[in-house]
């Protein structure tokens, strides 16, 4: 799902932006040293933004697969929904619902997203978090992307977010592996998203999203809710909480995915 995504997410990006971009093109370490104090204008500790940016270099390999990102959701619903919703997903879509029961009823109740939506996304993002999370270190990720004047505020936004992160202890520097736009964990959830969404409903002190499917799960469900999801209401085209997947992915395509996954789901087959 990481490619797939990867086409809709640089229209959905919310980061927030740096008070001051630190200037985008010419050289990379200059680059890095200002935004480097941009951080650290923003209370990122200095050991933080050392172990993280210490030593980033440049990834063209992440630039040429962003330039060359056309018309990956153009393909019918039909012809999406076939190669992304199997007998062998649906299958193990119900176990998961099965196996995690208490948790997203629980999940429901607080939030009011039913089971079958945050497991369809769970699902069709990374194989309910057995499948790719990607496997690319987000700060060289990100710092290459914010490093590229086409949209370097958004990018500039979503590092400094992704130090955030380290500086609040929810994952080390080990785990900050990512996807062709810095997304992390189960449900593929951006650096700004994961500061803004991000519960932690292990009580354990730390939202990770990596490893812990309370949190992961709590807060897929904590961005729709946050977005306008109304409990108790359908989610077909058309109606307000298909729009509030709209923060999740804008095209309409996947959002029809997610809810044909969750019907099926819902459905027990």
């Known amino acids: 799902m990481i490619r797939l995504r990867f086409a809709v997410i640089l229209g959905m990006l919310v980061a927030s932006l740096p008070a001051q971009a630190a200037q985008c093109g010419g050289d990379f370490r200059t680059f890095v040293t200002s935004i480097s104090r941009e951080a650290a204008a923003q209370g990122i500790s200095q050991g933080v933004i050392d172990a993280a940016l210490g030593g980033v270099t440049q990834d063209q390999g992440v630039l040429a697969f962003d330039r060359r990102q056309r018309g990956t959701f153009k393909k019918s ?39 079958q939506i945050l497991v369809a996304i769970w699902g069709l993002e990374t194989d309910f ?54 997304e992390i964990g189960q449900t593929q959830f951006l650096p700004s998203s994961y500061i803004k969404y991000g519960v932690d409903y292990d009580g354990n002190g730390h939202v990770d999203l990596r490893h812990s499917v309370p949190d992961v799960l709590a807060s897929t469900a904590n961005l729709l809710k946050t977005n306008g999801w109304r409990a108790g209401g359908g ?35």
């Open 129 to 182: 978090g057995a499948g790719d999370m990607g496997k690319l270190p987000v700060f060289r990720v990100l710092a290459t992307m914010a490093h590229d004047c086409r949209r370097t505020d958004l990018f500039q936004g979503e590092l400094l977010a992704a130090l955030k992160i380290v500086q609040r202890g929810d994952l080390g520097l080990r785990d900050m592996i990512g996807a062709y736009a810095g």
């Open 77 to 115: 619903f039909e012809d999406y929904v076939a190669t992304r919703v199997g007998p062998g997903r649906i299958k193990t879509g119900l176990a998961m619902m099965q196996r995690h029961a208490s948790l997203l009823s629980r999940i429901e109740r607080e939030f009011g997203v039913p089971p």
């Open 235 to 269: 989610y077909d085209e058309g109606s307000a909480n298909f729009e509030a997947m709209r923060e999740w992915n804008r095209a309409v395509v996947y959002r029809k995915t997610i809810a044909y996954f969750a019907d099926r789901l819902a459905q027990g087959h």
